[in-house]
């Protein structure tokens, strides 16, 4: 008997031995012959097992299912099984040009599922060792020298080995078109390959993340620059300003101030030929003096006493961060050597130290530009959306002949380099998928105050693109396994330890908050559904890149698909957004569109939570505080919504504008002193809580201290020297003290306490 690795098997199933045999023979000669013995093989095992436990016949499929469902086999045994099926189908009615490609992981898999089966329902005293199927000699009719040759590549290839190249072929960098963007953009040498080169320059790390903005942009960063409105704003007050000005530009850190004033530097020089730049206003060069001296002597022309004596002195452009802004007035209040009255004054008008939106001041010495209100996204009547993200995300995966990642994704692709990077760029490339990044990380924004710099940006990309594990898998087969474990839905929701900002992003994976949708889904899987429910509601372009006829009924792959269904598929992706989300977002919007009449609900939300959240013993009363253990106070605070300082606009689509809504409340009858009311998301979204019987505790007294603020002002503005409301605590008993202006006092019983 020829020597074969399931040799073992004849003891216990000679018949399954037999289409062992025959898959080893065909396996070098007839793949699809090879493949189609291999799903008989495991029909074979598999009508087996089903009679040895009693359990229903049927389907190959059928079959598989009974065994899992009833645990005859391992969890690996089974995706074996279902591999295994679905080749042998395929070879068995379509005839593949790289069905060969599987014969290895096939033949593997039979020996496992051979083993697990013996080991199982036999006393098999000794695992066997695996070995692949022996090559025939080269006197073998059917296979000449080249043949063999061939076929040991093919062997080296499908046991993962040596799938791509460990470098790019030393013939591929003789290109003779040097213009192509992918050698033209090169700042050094290939790293792995052309894809992965590029982005790697996308880390925070890399050289390329960080600008000075004394120097023109180098040509990627040039390539990568996306127009902004601070951006075309502020060329206009360049080429408009004909008297000297000190002009800020006031933002955090990392959100493109370096950037814009490199693009400038390069664009524009003429516009800047009469200006000092100073960027890095947190560093001081000498070591005597802090960043705060440091500032005040370079900033001395714009000081009150040179702007008395000279006023048109001097042109500077100043990068701040808003911070630092603050420090350096407060500082220069008294302990400088100059003084900055005229500029804290500025400052201070155009709002930029406080919430909302920043108020456009004019004057002859100052001009202020702030990144924190030209926000990364816009408002629309149909939720937001954000051309700056959208844009950055085309610049690096559209193909066009100027981009240098497409070209080093095809320069690779020539080069027959196909890594999990390779396929994750393909899977980015995808609009709704882009469209659903973006739509993420508004989300992420606007819920939990993130500030997403370009830098952080791009760092995300590379994140998103490159696996942690990269090293690992930069030379193995791109199989469906290891692209549901390490592609870009995955990258994107499942990795928190990565990055701050993939930490934040990790909450809002889609697994983590129940929804109707995702619950069926799971349901229906678990309760003896096909993955196929799941794999419908994904395009052709991810199916594509996932080989779902290879997971299917892998439910353990569930919650990845699910991942990659909410980023390709909008309309999956609309079904599990978060209703209070979408709610403030259009809050958000008519606040910002001025759009007094359809805020009328959020007032009275707000006022209702105010009322829950101090608790009211009868309508339009307030608890304020204890006055022995048995007795509390309340006061009558009737109050009403003043939306008169609320500013109108004409635009439909909103791209500077306030991230937080600001309301106004006076005592009933009283519009002439009002205490305003900050509402972010959070705060928002605790109004809604409330509103669906939710108690604040003193965790969220102290997340809320805006909202205390105004409470405290309302407080201030309707207590009464003349009424109060004294409720017993044990009987739950309200009684009403007044006294009118004449000094009668009256006690009234109220009836029993609301709450």
């Known amino acids: 008997m020829n020597e074969s690795t399931f040799n073992f098997l004849n003891e216990w199933n ?39 436990r009693k359990l229903p016949t049927g389907s190959l499929m059928e079959m598989i299912r009974s065994l899992q469902v009833s645990h005859v086999l391992s969890s690996k045994s089974i995706d074996d099984l279902h591999y295994v099926r679905k080749l042998g189908n395929n070879a068995a009615h379509n005839h593949s040009t790289d069905s060969s490609t599987h014969l290895a992981r096939v033949h593997k898999a039979m020996f496992d599922i051979a083993v697990d089966y013996c080991t199982r329902h036999f006393d098999m005293p000794n695992i066997p060792h695996y070995t692949l199927p022996s090559v025939p000699a080269l006197s073998t009719p059917q ?38 963007p992918a050698l033209r953009f090169l700042n050094g040498d290939v790293q792995d390959n052309y894809l992965f080169t590029y982005i790697s320059r996308l880390q925070e790390t890399s050289k390329d993340a960080v600008e000075n903005g004394n120097d023109p942009l180098s040509e990627l960063s040039d390539y990568l620059h996306v127009d902004r409105k601070i951006q075309l704003e502020l060329v206009e007050q360049l080429k408009n300003n004909t008297g ?93 050597e100059y003084t900055y009255s005229a500029l804290r004054e500025f400052v201070e008008e155009t709002n930029v130290l406080k919430p909302g939106a920043t108020v456009n001041v004019h004057s002859k010495s100052f001009k202020l530009f702030n990144f924190l209100s030209y926000q990364p996204y816009e408002l629309t009547e ?16 559209s193909d066009s002949t100027d981009n240098p990642f497409y070209d080093a994704y095809r320069l690779d692709r020539e080069n027959e380099i196909d890594t999990i990077l390779h396929r994750n760029y393909a899977l980015l490339s995808q609009k709704d998928i882009q469209d659903q990044i973006v739509q993420v990380l508004i989300e992420l924004i606007v819920k939990h105050h993130e500030l997403i710099s370009v830098r952080a940006f791009f760092n995300l990309i590379s994140d998103l693109l490159i696996p942690v594990n990269w090293s690992e898998l930069k030379h193995v087969s791109v199989k469906p396994s290891i692209m549901l474990k390490n592609g870009l ?19 809002l994976d889609p697994l983590r908050t129940r929804h109707r949708p995702i619950d069926d ?39 990845q698909l699910i991942r990659l269904m909410v980023l390709s598929n909008p309309e999956f992706a609309e079904t599990v957004l978060d209703s209070v989300y979408r709610d403030y977002l259009q809050y958000l919007y008519q606040y910002n569109k001025g759009d007094t009449r359809r805020l009328q609900p959020l007032y009275d939300i707000s006022s209702a939570a105010y009322y829950k959240w101090f608790g009211s013993p009868k309508p339009n009363y307030v608890y304020k505080k204890k006055i022995t253990s048995r007795h509390r106070l309340a006061f009558k605070a009737e109050i009403e919504g003043n939306p008169m300082s609320i500013k109108s606009s004409t635009e439909n689509i909103l791209s500077k504008f306030s991230s937080t809504i600001l309301l106004d409340f006076n005592k009933k009858g009283n519009d002439h002193e009002t205490a305003e009311l900050e509402i972010d998301y959070p705060l928002f979204q605790l109004f809604k809580d409330i509103q669906d019987g939710y108690r604040p505790t003193v965790e969220d007294d102290h997340r809320s201290i805006k909202f205390l603020e105004f409470a405290e002002k309302i407080h201030e503005m309707c207590t009464s020297q003349s009424e109060v409301m004294i409720v017993a605590e044990d009987s739950k008993q309200a009684y009403l003290l007044s006294q009118d202006r004449f000094g009668t006092k009256t006690f009234k019983h109220m009836g029993t306490a609301e709450d």
């Open 14 to 52: 000679e018949d399954a031995f037999k289409l062992a045999l025959d898959m080893e023979r065909q396996y070098y000669i007839d793949s699809d012959a090879s493949l189609t013995y291999s799903r008989k093989f495991i029909e074979e095992l598999a009508k087996d097992m089903v009679w040895r």
């Open 143 to 180: 296979m000449d020298e080249q043949s063999v040759k061939d076929l040991f590549m093919q062997l080296i290839g499908d046991v993962g080995l040596a799938v791509s190249p460990n470098a790019v072929p030393e013939e591929s960098l003789q290109v003779e078109d040097i213009k192509r």
């Open 244 to 336: 000297n000005q000190l002009i800020l530009l006031c933002g955090n850190v990392g959100d493109g101030k370096s950037h814009l004033l490199s693009y400038l530097q390069k664009t524009y020089p003429e516009l800047l030929s009469d200006y000092k730049i100073y960027n890095d206003a947190t560093e001081s060069f000498d070591p005597t003096k802090n960043a705060v001296d440091t500032l005040s002597e370079r900033l001395k022309d714009f000081s009150d006493q040179f702007l008395q004596n000279n006023p048109n002195s001097s042109k500077m452009i100043l990068a701040i961060n808003i911070g630092m802004l603050a420090k350096f007035l407060e500082y220069t209040k008294e302990e400088s």
């Open 382 to 397: 149909k939720g937001p959306k954000s051309s700056f993200y959208s844009t950055l995300l085309k610049k690096i995966c």
């Open 489 to 507: 839905p995955e990258q994107l929701f499942n990795r928190p330890e990565r990055s701050t900002l993939l930490n934040q992003i990790s909450k």
């Open 521 to 559: 889904l799971y349901l229906s899987l678990y309760t003896g559904g096909d993955v196929d429910e799941i794999l419908a509601h994904l395009d052709e372009n991810a199916q594509s890149f996932y080989s779902p006829d290879q997971v299917d009924g892998i439910q353990e792959w569930t919650g």
